[in-house]
T-cell receptor, first 114, second 113 residues
Framework: NAGVTQTPKFRILKIGQSMTLQCTQD?????MYWYRQDPGMGLKLIYY???????DKGEVPNGYNVSRSTTEDFPLRLELAAPSQTSVYFC?????????????FGSGTRLTVV | GQQLNQSPQSMFIQEGEDVSMNCTSS?????WLWYKQEPGEGPVLLIA?????ELTSNGRLTAQFGITRKDSFLNISASIPSDVGIYFC?????????????FGKGTKLSVKP
């Protein structure tokens, strides 16, 4: 099993450009999450989804959008990139809340906005 | 919102030494998790704790869920160079409308051979 796969691994965007960070999981997990990690900080939740067709805002949703049309995929969209969105983005999934296995994380997308 | 205070922020130790780090919160959590993150990778789960007072080991790692459900510690015994990384605590509440992990800011561990 691949687990949680994120693409791309690295990306440089110009201010105002848009892009989609892809995330897919092959574990049939219902719950999926997007976090951002800034230097010296923990991970902050951007958006999450409890199942296909259902998404909800996390702690820092401004400037981002998500969709969940299938169980496997949970893309994160940046419409108008800003320097404040320079960060490392992690996608994660879990089988349910309070899961015995915790969350499985992807290896991250490092985004720089210039 | 809920916050976790993780300490220390960083540690520089000699190979073979024991390590201790902890997390505290003003809020109660149902689950405490400890993750390790290596450079260029996502966090990987080390230990999960589900009951207040629970003490769990995973090899050289031992973690405890505080009796008040507001704190947890992680100990690493006889450290080795591959223990290098950032260790995150995370608390989770479930059953509410928002199910997600709240992360501490991490403890960066450096081990001198």
């Amino acid at each position: 099993n691949a687990g949680v796969t994120q693409t791309p691994k690295f990306r440089i965007l110009k201010i105002g450009q848009s892009m989609t960070l892809q995330c897919t999981q092959d574990m049939n997990h219902n719950y999926m999450y997007w976090y951002r990690q800034d230097p010296g900080m923990g991970l902050k939740l951007i958006y999450y989804s409890v199942g296909a067709g259902i998404t909800d805002k996390g702690e820092v949703p401004n400037g981002y959008n998500v969709s969940r049309s299938t169980t496997e995929d949970f893309p994160l969209r940046l419409e108008l990139a800003a320097p404040s969105q320079t960060s490392v983005y992690f996608c994660a999934s879990s089988s349910r809340q309070g899961t015995l296995d915790g969350y499985t994380f992807g290896s991250g997308t490092r985004l720089t906005v210039v | 919102g809920q916050q976790l205070n993780q300490s220390p922020q960083s540690m520089f130790i000699q190979e073979g030494e024991d390590v201790s780090m902890n997390c505290t919160s003003s809020s109660i959590f149902n689950t405490w998790l400890w993750y390790k993150q290596e450079p260029g990778e996502g966090p990987v789960l080390l230990i999960a704790l589900y009951k207040a007072g629970e003490l769990t080991s995973n090899g050289r790692l031992t973690a405890q869920f505080g009796i008040t459900r507001k704190d947890s510690f992680l100990n690493i015994s006889a450290s080795i160079p591959s223990d290098v990384g950032i260790y995150f605590c995370a608390g989770e509440n479930y059953g509410g409308s928002q199910g997600n992990l709240i992360f501490g800011k991490g403890t960066k561990l450096s081990v001198k051979p």
